[in-house]
């Protein structure tokens, strides 16, 4: 079958808050948008019907009703949406590819916003109970839900137990599942101590998730003992698990830097390792996985894409030649001895009409001297037929001279 072509700006892969929030910067910049979703719209904030740290909410909102909100604000900035799943990407040439099964889509750019999933244990029930109804994978999000009740976290690793800890401050009662002979945890020795030393943690040691239990609601977890095989019902009010976090990059795997766990690796402009290319929200690697923090990098993500294709545009326009050799002097504005030597460039232009000559203030942006592969400024640059011939850091009118020769 002939895949149907259709050209974008930009391309982001994933519907969730940090894809959505890059859709509304994208938009109003007045970029061509599709955003790409595979399954619900608002992504893993839609799972819970109360968010009560989001900033603007003081009574808290449902995660439907604010992905909701996301999703129309995307959509008034022009946003096209597909509901339909990436199946692969080739991010190799300047121009970047996105299939889905039936269209291949073509962007300058592409926003890498899949997010993740946290891992299962697998037990018997864990589907039926998952999110709402009473198996949760974050405390941040509902240990204040768990005011005064017994809850049970399944890990020892440094978020099992830091966030178990976190957990005693609302709950009555902290359950710890841990795989491993009694005294023995994945997490630092610090966690370690300060757990077994919290009387509001209880330890159940060489203990696995067997089954989840409960009518509308998780109401046991039955543990199995790894050694004895006994099977342990204990009674909860709900149940979080941190067994680690599996983040939806396998698509992505030898066309981006990602971490050993998976995670995609960004700087503080979310751009990747490969230009044109950023991510955003919990895809990344990352402190803090939170709807307000992927708002933070879905913005970032947005306006460095915008800017980027502006600065590709200029790049194309003004510093590739098309037949004219051009002469590029980057600068600091910010700098008076960089500023000093405007005036030889302007009259080494107004003297060669041959040559294309800019000069560009790199305070103001930067994404030009990155694209030259500029370190130390200033410093100029002679192109031809595209290709740089002659880089200079002395500026000097004997310089221009030599370098045009
Ligand atoms: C039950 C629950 C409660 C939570 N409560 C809170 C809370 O109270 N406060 C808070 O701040 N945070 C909360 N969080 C965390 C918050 O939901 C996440 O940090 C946030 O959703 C991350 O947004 P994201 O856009 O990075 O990723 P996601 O929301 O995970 O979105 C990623 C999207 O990408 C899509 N996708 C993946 N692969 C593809 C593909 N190949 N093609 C197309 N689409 C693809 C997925 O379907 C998904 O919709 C909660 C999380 C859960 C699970």
């Given at each position: 079958m002939d895949k149907k072509v259709e050209h974008y700006d930009v391309i982001i892969i994933g519907g969730g808050a940090a894809g959505l929030t890059a859709g509304i910067y994208c938009g109003r910049a007045r970029l061509n948008t599709l955003l790409i979703e595979k399954s619900l719209m608002g992504g893993l904030a839609t799972y819970t019907s109360e968010i009560e740290n989001y900033p603007g909410f003081p009574d808290g909102t449902d995660g439907h009703e604010l992905m909701d909100l996301f999703h129309r604000q995307a959509k008034k900035f022009g946003v096209k949406f597909k509901g339909t799943a990436v199946q692969s990407v080739d991010f190799s040439g300047e121009e970047k590819i996105v299939e889905t099964f039936r269209n291949r889509f073509v962007a300058k750019a592409v926003i890498l916003t899949t997010g993740g999933k946290p891992r299962l244990?697998?037990?018997?029930?864990?589907d039926i109970f998952l999110y709402d109804k009473g198996i949760s994978f974050c405390a941040t999000c509902d240990a204040a839900a768990n005011t005064d009740k017994t809850v049970m976290v399944v890990g020892s690793g440094d978020s099992a137990i830091e966030e178990g800890i976190f957990l005693t401050k609302f709950a009555t009662k902290v359950i710890v599942s841990v795989m491993h002979d009694e005294g023995i945890m994945d997490c630092n020795e610090i966690a370690k101590a300060a757990a077994m030393s919290n009387p509001k943690m209880e330890f159940i040691w060489n203990s696995t998730v067997h089954a989840y239990e409960g009518k509308e609601r998780l109401e046991t977890v039955v543990l199995k003992n790894t050694k004895t095989q006994e099977l342990i019902p204990t009674p909860v009010d709900s149940c979080f698990l941190f067994i680690g976090y599996l983040p939806n990059t396998e698509l992505f795997k030898d066309k981006i830097a990602l971490t050993p766990r998976g995670n995609i690796l960004v700087n503080d402009r979310m751009e990747t390792n490969v230009a044109g290319v950023f991510a955003a929200g919990d895809v990344c690697e990352k402190f803090l996985k939170q709807v307000a923090t992927a708002v933070g990098d879905g913005a970032i993500a947005g306006y460095s894409c915008e800017k980027y294709l502006a600065e590709g545009e200029v790049y194309e326009e003004q510093i590739l030649n098309h037949g004219k050799p051009s002469l590029v002097y980057l600068y600091n504005g910010a700098d008076a001895t960089s500023r000093s030597y405007l005036q030889l460039m302007e009259a080494f232009g107004a003297k060669q009409p041959n040559i294309r000559v800019t000069c560009v203030d790199t305070y103001k942006s930067d994404g030009l001297a990155r694209r030259l592969g500029a370190k130390d400024l200033p410093a100029i640059y002679y192109l031809e037929e595209n290709k740089i011939k002659h880089f200079s850091q002395d500026i000097s009118s004997s310089t221009l001279e030599n370098i045009i020769q």
């Open positions: 244990t697998g037990a018997l029930n864990e």
